[in-house]
């Protein structure tokens, strides 16, 4: 996450007044004087301390900066918390309530869970009897690797020394597996990346995958896979981004743990990704509502898998959608409100089956104006590049081909067009 971003998301979400709460719906049923205890800390169990606790997750670089283990821990930030919830900025998910329940690890709090944790507040936030908690959660051992041990780690080739003087830069090294490492093609089913250092913003280790902010590490689903090949080269696309300042610079040497399917294992479906987008962006300053679109058209019937797009700091929606060979239109995934802080992936419960003939769109919007917090300069002419700054369109899309007799690519991406 960008020292930009970091310091907006925490002085919007926990910086902000209470008074500025809208009103809750009056005909909720929640105690008149929550506790803290028995009223907030269950919610805040189910739903906040995977992120919210000592050595919390770490979402591709975002950990909470503060935990909601207890009452001590928590009290001082509850006005934050209220206000936070209740605007829905937490916790975070940015899909469209159209898409409630189609997409696993949705996020979010219920009408009744958003008022028991504002009038907790309004009320004094009282801390209530311990006894009339839930037991403490037991967490995993937060050392090492969040999947279990890997199989095969893979080091950028060697260390990397991010400069004093760097804002903003991507570099590319590559490493070739060995025989050691992998003797023979397995198929992938767990994919966690460990930064090397702070400077580090996002990693793609193509072909094995990628992480950005917000991005948990990848499980397959079971019958799901993508195979990695003995001898393979893989390919570190760090993007490095910091503070400029002496003795700011750091050394790095980012890696990515990899566990497979037992040996002898076949998935059902292979998996392909592909990145829906167009170099052809062109902002103007100040402009507000800009929007680019890439299409796809599948040859084959297929299953989508997941989505996930990405921009940089002005992008403020996405949205993918299908036109089916008859016709018919249906959104497939809408981000009204899209976060460059949190690049949530989008997969589906049950994967999406889409015919031979079907087109995908995928829609992103950009806001190049003084009204978009996180936009670092208004004045300047916004085209496509690898800098935070500057801007991306790519609109990840994993699928695949259910009657599939090979691996990899199966559609047609044509030209982004902009309007």
Known sequence: MTNLGRSLTIATVFGMALSAIPAMANEITVPAKPTFYKDVLPILQENCQDCHRPGGKNMGGMVAPMAFIDYK???????????????????????????TGVFEGERGLDDSEIETIVRWVSSGAGRGN??????????????????????????????????????DATHYFKTK????????????????????????????????GGIAPGNAPSV???????????????????HYH????????????????????PE??????????????????????????YQATARMTFETDSLINSLMPHMHYRGVAAKYVLTYPDGKEETLLNVPEYDFNWQTKYRFIEPKFVPKGTEVAFTGTWDNSEDNPFNPDPNRN????????????????????????SEGYSGVIRRGVQR
């Open 177 to 208: 597996l060995t025989e050691e490492q992998l003797p023979k093609d397995r198929w992938i089913h767990k994919v966690e990346f460990h930064a090397g250092s702070a400077a580090v913003h996002h990693i793609i280790a193509r072909p094995i």
């Open 130 to 167: 311990e006894a009339d908690g839930p037991e403490p959660l037991v967490f995993p051992d937060v050392e090492g690797w969040s999947i279990g041990d890997p199989d095969l780690i893979v080091r950028m080739p060697e260390p990397f020394f991010v400069p004093d003087d760097l804002l």
């Open 73 to 99: 821990d928590t009290r001082p930030w509850a006005k934050g918390i209220a206000k936070a919830v209740s605007t829905k900025t937490m916790p975070p998910w940015d899909a469209s309530s159209e898409h």
């Open 220 to 238: 397959y689903r079971d019958g799901y896979s993508a195979k990695l090949h003995a001898g393979q080269e893989i390919i570190f696309n760090m």
């Open 242 to 261: 910091k503070e400029p300042g002496a003795g700011t610079g750091v050394w790095d040497q980012s890696e990515v743990g990899v566990i497979f399917y």
């Open 264 to 289: 002898g294992y076949e998935p059902e479906h292979v998996l392909s990704t592909t990145p829906l987008g167009t170099l052809d962006i062109d902002i103007p300053p100040h402009a507000k509502g």
């Open 382 to 405: 916004v085209t496509w590049g690898e800098a935070t700054h500057e801007e991306m369109m790519f609109g990840w899309m994993s699928f695949t081909n259910p009657d599939e007799g």
